[in-house]
């Protein structure tokens, strides 16, 4: 029982790092990749123009999927404290 506990929670900690992590690398992925090519087409290698709008893209992604996150983490440390309330109980 203990064991399913555990791969249950460890599948769900992944699933979790995906709806955590991934629309910000999403994001900052196709800004990269935008940027990446300007600059490859206009041959200026500059490393601030690459650097500043992922940092802008990485705050607009955040604030706009912040809520999300939180709700969702908020909802996976609630399933991982009564399972381990549950565990605890069982004899």
Do not use: C, N, W
């Not at 992944?14 to 087409?41: D, K, N, R, Y």
């Not at 940092?55 to 909802?75: E, Q, Y």
């Amino acid at each position: 029982m203990a064991q399913d506990a555990l791969a249950a929670s460890v599948r769900e900690a992944m699933l979790m790092f995906l709806q955590i992590g991934g629309p910000p690398l999403v994001a900052l992925l196709v800004v990269g990749l935008t940027i990446s090519v300007l600059q490859a087409l206009t041959q200026v290698q500059e490393a601030t123009l690459a650097f500043i709008p992922k940092i802008f893209a990485a705050g607009v992604v955040l604030l706009l999927a912040g809520p999300f996150m939180v709700g969702a983490l908020h909802g996976y440390a609630r399933a991982l404290f009564d399972r381990m309330v549950t565990l605890g109980a069982a004899p």
